[in-house]
T-cell receptor, first 114, second 114 residues
């Protein structure tokens, strides 16, 4: 089956620093990757949709200058949380799609900003 | 934005019993998908049902879709302790294209007691 990895799985950073999270599709080329945020015991909130080689489409209320998304290749997308604040602490999940109906999810990254 | 609502929000049953979760949505859809999430982990795709289908089976899973009521149900038969997880429905109402944005429900937390 399609496998998506995320790195790191957990990260702790200090306020004001930037953190980069990688999302890779390991055995397929993803035309589209999605970035989600999930708070404890809540559902997924779509942050942005990215296609390889083009700018990401951000959902309403998501600051594109704060959450930088780069989709440099068909197997790699990165999310950089810039100038992190404690309220950015969350579980970030990526998914990848072949352009068909299913999304394949990464295992998530737990970000803690101190 | 979230449009799906799962019911119940939490469900606790004994091993061997059946578990039924419901999902309602608001807009027209192309398909509805069910995903499972173990605590602190990524999501696993369980089953997809298209808007022109009424019922679908996969192992111990049975999904129904009633587009007139804009609702779906997920039945897990002969539950096991390993079925303990959160279950989310997600609807795909996007037009044909590569960006198949899913709209997520709030999830049902299922606990199966051994």
């Amino acid at each position: 089956g399609a496998v998506v990895s995320q790195h790191p799985s957990r990260v702790i950073c200090k306020s004001g620093t930037s953190v980069k999270i990688e999302c890779r599709s390991l055995d397929f080329q993803a035309t589209t990757m999605f970035w989600y945020r999930q708070f404890p015991k809540q559902s997924l909130m779509l942050m942005a949709t990215s296609n390889e080689g083009s700018k990401a489409t951000y959902e309403q209320g998501v600051e594109k200058d704060k959450f930088l998304i780069n989709h440099a290749s068909l197997t790699l997308s990165t999310l950089t949380v810039t100038s992190a604040h404690p309220e950015d602490s969350s579980f970030y999940i990526c998914s990848a799609s072949l352009g068909h109906l299913e999304q394949y999810f990464g295992p998530g990254t737990r970000l803690t900003v101190t | 934005s979230q449009q799906g609502e799962e019911d119940p929000q939490a469900l606790s049953i004994q091993e061997g019993e059946n578990a039924t979760m419901n999902c309602s949505y608001k807009t027209s859809i192309n398909n509805l998908q069910w995903y499972r999430q173990n605590s602190g982990r990524g999501l696993v795709h369980l089953i997809l049902i298209r808007s022109n289908e009424r019922e679908k089976h996969s192992g111990r899973l049975r999904v129904t879709l009633d587009t007139s009521k804009k609702s779906s149900s997920l039945l897990i038969t002969a539950s096991r302790a390993a079925d303990t997880a959160s279950y989310f429905c997600a609807t795909d109402g996007s037009e044909r294209g590569n960006n198949r944005k899913l709209i997520w429900g709030l999830g049902t937390s299922l606990g199966v007691n051994p």
